[in-house]
């Protein structure tokens, strides 16, 4: 930590999400250190989501929910998503709340074990999120139906996709949720190993 002098660290907003300012110094590659740099953060919880496949139907199962982000940044306010959730302290480890947000979002349960994909920084440059990818297998027959807490005035609508359905989205840029094309695109990879891995029907 020699390489990162934090000068001074201030909350400067607390909502629903958090803002802190840095005042700070950092290592140059050149030798020596910067002069005094000014950053915000946006600090959020952690968080973990879980792309849904059912390897029998070879079939995905998103959800789709209001966004006000990308309405503000001038695409689809409803977007197509994997099933994610914040980790709050309290709430269990990140794989107990990947299938608790299964069951809340989607209506249905994960079979068996979660597959790690990729643990990644969705905006480095500002955030301070970390987020957990993982795979997990389903029946997609038994996906349908809105869902989501009340309490938290979610509408959350299951969308069950074939993989060829699914793939043809990304490809031609309906879906835009970073964690979901990265995710679709993993499966687009291991798809035959997952379907040989899991596939029940001869």
Do not use: N
């Amino acid at each position: 930590m020699s390489d990162i002098d934090i000068i001074e660290r201030e909350i400067v907003y607390r909502g629903f999400f958090r803002i802190e300012r840095f005042r700070l110094r950092h290592r140059l590659y050149r030798g020596g250190m910067s002069g005094t740099i000014e950053r915000e953060v946006f600090e959020r919880d952690h968080a973990v989501g879980v792309l849904l496949y059912d390897p029998d139907d070879d079939a995905v199962v998103l959800v789709e929910q209001f966004r006000l982000p990308p309405h503000v940044a001038g695409l689809p306010a409803w977007q197509i998503e994997i099933v994610a959730g914040i980790v709050d302290a309290g709430d269990g480890s990140e794989l107990e709340v990947a299938r608790r947000e299964t069951q809340e979002e989607a209506g249905i349960a994960i079979i068996g074990d979660l597959v790690p994909v990729h643990r990644f920084m969705p905006s480095p440059g500002g955030s301070s999120e970390t987020f957990a990818l993982y795979c997990g297998r389903v029946e997609a027959r038994h996906a349908h139906g809105i869902h989501g807490l009340a309490h938290e005035h979610e509408e959350i609508k299951v969308v069950v996709l074939t993989y060829r359905e699914a793939m043809r989205r990304l490809s031609t840029g309906v879906i835009t949720s970073g964690p979901t094309v990265l995710a679709l695109e993993w499966l687009g990879r291991h798809r035959a190993s997952l379907r040989k891995r899991w596939r029940s029907k001869p």
